[in-house]
């Protein structure tokens, strides 16, 4: 996956955070129905949890469900 696929993964990520789709199985589903090859379960799982989640990016509100933080908004601001 080079930068461009992350960065495009990432983008996708944080809007389904802001459309609502704030549990973790919904943002799995609809990150890989997003029709990128690259886009598969595995790699969605570790754009949110071994990049999105520790950075700061999404925040925790409750078990499987998360919310876009302020940094999360602005990163978004930033690959739109």
């Not at 080079?2 to 549990?23: A, S």
């Not at 990049?51 to 876009?68: F, I, Q, T």
Request: with cysteine.
């Amino acid at each position: 996956m080079n930068d461009r696929e992350r960065d495009v993964l990432r983008r996708e990520i944080l809007n389904l955070i802001l459309e609502g789709h704030n549990r973790w199985t919904a943002i799995e589903k609809r990150g890989c129905s997003l029709g990128f090859d690259f886009a598969t379960s595995n790699t969605v799982k570790r754009q949110f949890y071994g990049y999105l989640l520790p950075s700061g990016y999404v925040e925790r509100v409750g078990r499987g469900k998360y919310a876009l933080a302020d940094r999360g908004k602005k990163l978004l601001a930033l690959l739109s």
